[in-house]
Nanobody
């Protein structure tokens, strides 16, 4: 059974940093691209970042380019999202996603506020 479990969210001040983790199980993690999405209240879910199976190529949403970094550790079946220079508009629930199985994690809340 494909399972994705996010962690690492929380409350942080503007300009601060957080690192999200997504632990995957139930499938051959190292074979598949992975993505992070986010959804703020009243807004559509949007792509934050994606990474290829081997980690050699990454893509970012325009609003996070230069501030967020996606990475993965295939030995640990985990994908990460390092978020720096956080802004209040980054406040959202963040979700891990594996496209090939169309499976989402339960999400982790990130709140950026002073």
């Amino acid at each position: 059974q494909v399972q994705l479990v996010e962690s690492g969210g929380g409350l942080v001040q503007p300009g601060g940093s957080l690192r999200l983790s997504c632990a995957a199980s139930g499938f051959a993690f190292s074979r598949y691209p992975m993505s992070w999405y986010r959804q703020a209240p009243g807004k559509e879910r949007e792509l934050v970042a994606r990474i290829t199976s081997g980690g050699g190529s990454t893509t970012y949403g325009d609003s996070v380019k230069g501030r967020f970094t996606i990475s993965r550790d295939n030995a640990k079946n985990t994908v990460y999202l390092q978020m720096n220079s956080l802004k209040p508009e980054d406040t959202a629930a963040y979700y891990c996603y594996v496209p090939q199985y169309n499976r989402w994690g339960q999400g982790t809340q990130v709140t950026v506020s002073s």
